[in-house]
């Protein structure tokens, strides 16, 4: 059996302050205080910073984190072999996704995996921004990225095409670019960071300099400006291929798109032990999301 100041320092972790970890474990918080001194005195190094505010590891907190979550998690699978209920997708299941992306590709089909997991709780966050997995407590992200840090597990689950759009009202109003210099002259319409465009194109990479005619922090405000008319912006095949077959949007200089080398990733931290319910969920995305992926249909 684990030493029970280890799963005590994971509640720590997992519950953000010593008092949420106190009432999991129904214990006061000057408990939880003296037994995770004690833990560090144990191991000579001091494993989590301490503030008013908020605590947050250190560096061999974390690497010690990493390791007690895969004795725990190898503690749990050796008690459900035991007990008969090894690989059964069980408990609270923690997922970030970029916004948009998890608005129209992940949300609509919760219900199937829940139905086909019904042990399972899910949390589901949405951020265009990168969440750190250890200290967010996230099992399981959707990165829409060219790489993947190799610290974490990567499963991709399908490319990311990204093409030059614009409303019918907008080039009508301003005419259809014609060449790639022709962008100089056009409103473009990006998100925070996104800008300059790099393109692939007929004589290999391109890149597209400019500022945003609008300013701002969320992609999905590109999007609605797009399609207001507002001009001309670099999308994901994923969040507009609806409405290009509507005919809200149109594709401009077709020979051009975003570097092919951007990828929809499914990703864990690394781990002794990958928890039931992380597998089930990559596996139900996979085929969500199989060759070829709706959106490119």
Same mark, same amino acid.
């Given at each position: 059996m684990a030493d029970p100041d280890y799963a005590l320092f994971a509640e720590v972790i997992a519950g953000g302050s010593l008092s949420a970890a106190g009432r999991k474990l129904g214990i006061s918080p000057a408990m939880v205080s003296k037994r995770l001194a004690r833990l560090e005195r144990r191991l000579g190094t001091q494993l989590i910073h301490r503030s008013t505010r908020r605590l947050s590891l250190t560096d061999a907190g974390?690497?010690?984190?990493?390791?007690?979550? &895969?004795?725990?998690?190898?503690?749990?699978?050796?008690?459900?072999?035991?007990?008969?209920?090894?690989?059964?997708?069980? /408990?609270?299941?923690?997922?970030?996704?970029?916004?948009?992306?998890?608005?129209? =590709?992940?949300?609509? =089909?919760?219900? /199937?995996?829940?139905a086909a997991h019904p042990a399972v709780r899910l949390r589901i966050d949405l951020s265009d921004g990168f969440a750190d997995l250890v200290a967010d407590r996230i099992d399981l992200a959707i990165r829409i990225a060219p790489a993947i840090d190799a610290s974490l597990v990567a499963h991709r689950l399908g490319s990311s095409r990204r093409i030059l759009c614009a409303s019918p009202a907008y080039l009508a109003? =301003? /005419?259809?670019?014609?060449?790639?210099?022709? #962008?100089?002259? =056009?409103? #473009?319409?990006? &998100?925070? /960071?996104? #800008?300059?465009?790099? #393109?692939?194109g007929p004589a290999g990479p391109v890149q597209v300099t400019g500022e945003s005619k609008v300013a701002t922090n969320s992609s999905e405000v590109v999007r609605e400006l797009t399609l207001a008319g507002a001009g001309i912006a670099l999308r994901s095949l994923w969040d507009v291929a609806r409405d290009m077959a509507d005919g809200r949007l149109v594709r401009v200089l077709s020979d051009y798109e975003g570097s092919a080398d951007v990828g929809i990733f499914a990703v864990h931290p690394r781990g002794a032990l990958v928890p039931a319910s992380v597998r089930a969920f990559v596996a139900y995305l996979a085929t969500l999301y199989s060759p070829p992926a709706p959106w490119e249909v």
């Amino acid at each position: 059996m684990a030493d029970p100041d280890y799963a005590l320092f994971a509640e720590v972790i997992a519950g953000g302050s010593l008092s949420a970890a106190g009432r999991k474990l129904g214990i006061s918080p000057a408990m939880v205080s003296k037994r995770l001194a004690r833990l560090e005195r144990r191991l000579g190094t001091q494993l989590i910073h301490r503030s008013t505010r908020r605590l947050s590891l250190t560096d061999a907190g974390e690497a010690f984190h990493r390791d007690i979550l &895969a004795i725990l998690a190898a503690i749990a699978a050796a008690e459900a072999r035991v007990s008969g209920q090894e690989g059964a997708p069980t /408990g609270t299941l923690r997922v970030s996704a970029p916004t948009s992306f998890g608005r129209l =590709h992940i949300a609509p =089909h919760l219900a /199937g995996f829940l139905a086909a997991h019904p042990a399972v709780r899910l949390r589901i966050d949405l951020s265009d921004g990168f969440a750190d997995l250890v200290a967010d407590r996230i099992d399981l992200a959707i990165r829409i990225a060219p790489a993947i840090d190799a610290s974490l597990v990567a499963h991709r689950l399908g490319s990311s095409r990204r093409i030059l759009c614009a409303s019918p009202a907008y080039l009508a109003a =301003h /005419g259809s670019p014609a060449r790639l210099a022709d #962008l100089a002259r =056009h409103r #473009l319409i990006a &998100a925070d /960071g996104q #800008l300059p465009w790099r #393109l692939d194109g007929p004589a290999g990479p391109v890149q597209v300099t400019g500022e945003s005619k609008v300013a701002t922090n969320s992609s999905e405000v590109v999007r609605e400006l797009t399609l207001a008319g507002a001009g001309i912006a670099l999308r994901s095949l994923w969040d507009v291929a609806r409405d290009m077959a509507d005919g809200r949007l149109v594709r401009v200089l077709s020979d051009y798109e975003g570097s092919a080398d951007v990828g929809i990733f499914a990703v864990h931290p690394r781990g002794a032990l990958v928890p039931a319910s992380v597998r089930a969920f990559v596996a139900y995305l996979a085929t969500l999301y199989s060759p070829p992926a709706p959106w490119e249909v």
